[in-house]
């Protein structure tokens, strides 16, 4: 059995080690956990995806998704063919920028789509709640 999504954006190097394996003898069954050190986090609460995006405009909305592995060549061509006037992506490594133009129930994308997608699991989460993160545990 595998649980939801396990998201921590703010631990040490030496907890990427330990907390999978703690939920799991602490819950008895394996949690799909997607860690980021502090310094990660910050770079990627700060990544410039285009020159002209660093924060949605008005009405948009911007999620990261949490990846264990970058994406293959092939599941970034699958992605790809989602990209619409509404919907636009950003790999860059373990990380999906899931920019929508609209707001998100508009969109024909979602994270369980992106999770077949890919063929493993993924976990998103809005940029704002990436940015207070980095903000609140810098490097």
């Given amino acids: 059995m595998v649980c939801a999504p396990f998201c921590a954006l703010a631990v040490s190097e030496a907890d990427k080690q330990l907390v999978p394996a703690e939920l799991e003898r602490a819950l008895g069954f394996e949690v799909a956990v997607f860690l980021r050190t502090s310094g990660e986090n910050v770079e990627i609460a700060g990544r410039r995806l285009t020159s002209a995006l660093t924060f949605p405009p008005h009405g948009d909305a911007l ?30 490594e373990r990380e999906i ?9 508009t969109s024909e994308f979602s994270g369980a789509r992106l ?25």
Avoid: Q
């Fill in 63 to 92: 999620y990261v998704a949490f990846l264990h592995e970058p994406p293959s060549e092939d599941a970034i061509r699958a992605l790809s063919t989602f990209e619409s006037d509404v919907d636009h992506f950003f790999v860059h």
């Fill in 97 to 105: 920028y899931w920019h929508c133009r609209k707001t998100v129930s």
């Fill in 115 to 139: 999770e077949k997608l890919l063929g493993a699991p993924a976990t998103m989460r809005n940029i704002t709640t990436v940015r207070k993160l980095a903000a609140r545990y810098p490097i």
